[in-house]
């Protein structure tokens, strides 16, 4: 029995392939703990190649059957096929899977090398079938080529959708989480298939593209060379506005803007003069297109209070028909308002009425959109503010330059007292307003008749004792 050929075949199927299971299971272990490359060959040798040779080893040797056994051919031709498959899988790993970035290897689409693996996987069946079987090739080849024309014919979209797609995975003009735009619909590249391409557009829905519109149409890139987004805005300002004036407003308005890029700065540059209207162009710079709808947003809101402030007029299109009611409050009644808001302060209530008169005329009506800033911490006092309506936080900067609340002030209360002293001062802290703020503006000259007034005794000391109780805060926050 020892001098039989079987024994030796029986030796390895009862020793070897137990021995061989183990060693590679104790690698296939140490591969997963270690996340090694070999992992998926190492597993396909020990799941496939090794049960199916030794099933062949098994029929064939052992057993003794015939060649032309059926089980036997079965056995041979699951044997080939997991070699085949093994040794592709091997190949892609070193060819491939541990190329460097950069090199022709690492830019090949996942999708077509397991393409490629498949025709091959083909072929190694073709092969099998020829040498195993002892079928005839050519007859089978022929019969393929009928059947992949009339195939071919029939599916002729669908094929030219998934050529598109191998063509546009090799080619590469976008990757998963780009922002690409196709005609006039604008996503995120979610899903990258055979067939189609799948965007995710702002409102949030999902927008299929076929490869071959994909191929045939213009597509754009909006990531690259680099995500920067350049949103352009076109504007119109009334032909009496000085254009400076304009540029510098609009640039007010978008910088600081939560979202807009301060390098590259914002530009403005006049585009056009219309029939009523000049027109101009705001470039402004976003990290990428997703931040479009919310900076605009944003945007547009914050210029109107800006646009307000500085007396600018943005007309109405001149084909619109509109009968115009004034809707803002006149020059009395912020008067008016300005009056009893001064009276409402107790230390500014017992000034000389006269005087009470001519700082609530004097005045000047500011609104501010929330989250705008109202004065920049360090930035040279020209006036005191007295808030009619709203809220804002006076944050400051510590030395981890992370802005810290000190103080919120409202209705009745003052800011930037500091410009009281009559001296060029600079402000110790930023003023931002919580919601939409109106303020009245006292400039140097109208706080000096303050001042200056007999019974502005109280006045003082309250400005006084305000400037130190922020001034201790200060000192505690450094």
């Not at 254009?243 to 510098?248: A, I, Y």
């Amino acid at each position: 029995m020892i001098n039989s050929p079987s024994f030796f075949w029986l030796l390895f199927v009862v020793l070897g392939f137990p021995l061989s299971i183990l060693v590679l299971g104790e690698s296939i272990l140490n591969l997963r703990r270690q996340k090694g490359k070999l992992l998926e060959p190492v597993l396909a040798l020990r799941n496939l190649v090794l049960p199916t040779l030794v099933l062949y080893i098994v029929l064939s040797k052992v057993i003794g059957w015939e060649d032309e056994n059926i089980f036997v051919k079965l056995a041979e031709t699951f044997m080939w096929i997991s070699i085949i498959y093994t040794s592709l899988t091997f190949l892609n790993l070193f060819l491939f899977k541990s190329a460097q970035a950069g090199s022709w290897q690492s830019k090949v689409p996942e999708i077509f090398l397991d393409t490629g693996r498949f025709f091959l996987v083909l072929v190694g069946v073709a092969i099998v079938l020829s040498t195993v079987w002892g079928q005839n090739l050519g007859s089978l080849v022929a019969a393929l080529g009928v059947g992949s024309l009339v195939i071919g014919l029939a599916l002729q979209d669908s094929l030219g959708n998934i050529f598109s797609g191998i063509v546009l995975l090799f080619e590469r003009p976008f990757q998963l989480g780009d922002w690409i735009k196709v005609g006039e619909t604008a996503g995120k590249v979610k899903e990258i298939t055979w067939r189609s391409v799948h965007l995710s557009t702002k409102a949030g829905d999902v927008v299929i593209v076929p490869n071959s519109e994909l191929s045939k149409g213009r597509v754009t890139n909006l990531n690259l060379p680099t995500p920067t987004f350049e949103m352009n805005i076109v504007l119109d300002y009334s032909c009496d506005d000085p254009p400076n004036k304009v540029k510098s407003v609009i640039l007010e308005a978008a910088l600081g803007l939560e979202g807009v890029l301060s390098t590259p700065p914002p530009r403005v540059v006049t585009r056009q003069y219309g029939d009523f209207s000049i027109k101009y162009l705001a470039m402004i710079y976003l990290p990428d297109f997703s931040y479009e709808l919310t900076i605009k947003d944003r945007f547009l809101t914050r210029l109107w209070y800006v646009n307000k402030r500085a007396g600018l007029t943005m007309p109405y299109p001149t084909s619109t028909s509109f009968e115009y009611h004034p809707t803002s409050i006149s020059l009395e009644k912020q008067t008016e308002i300005a009056r009893k808001s001064l009276l409402a302060i107790p230390a500014v209530s017992k000034l000389d009425p006269e005087l009470l008169d001519i700082l609530s005329s004097q005045g000047v009506w500011l609104d501010y959109a929330r989250d705008e800033v109202v004065i920049s911490q360090g930035e040279v006092l020209k006036g005191m503010y007295l808030v009619i309506s709203g809220t804002a936080n006076l944050l400051v900067t510590d030395k981890s330059d992370h802005q810290q609340i000190i103080a919120k002030v409202s209705e009745g209360e003052f800011f930037a007292e500091k410009a009281s002293l009559l001296t060029e001062q600079n402000s110790d802290f930023t003023v931002k307003a919580i919601e939409d703020i109106t303020v009245l503006f006292l400039n140097k000259s109208a706080i000096r008749l303050m001042l200056e007034d007999s019974l502005s005794s109280h006045l003082v000391h309250e400005l006084g004792d305000l400037m130190e109780l922020r001034r201790r805060t200060l000192d505690d926050l450094n």
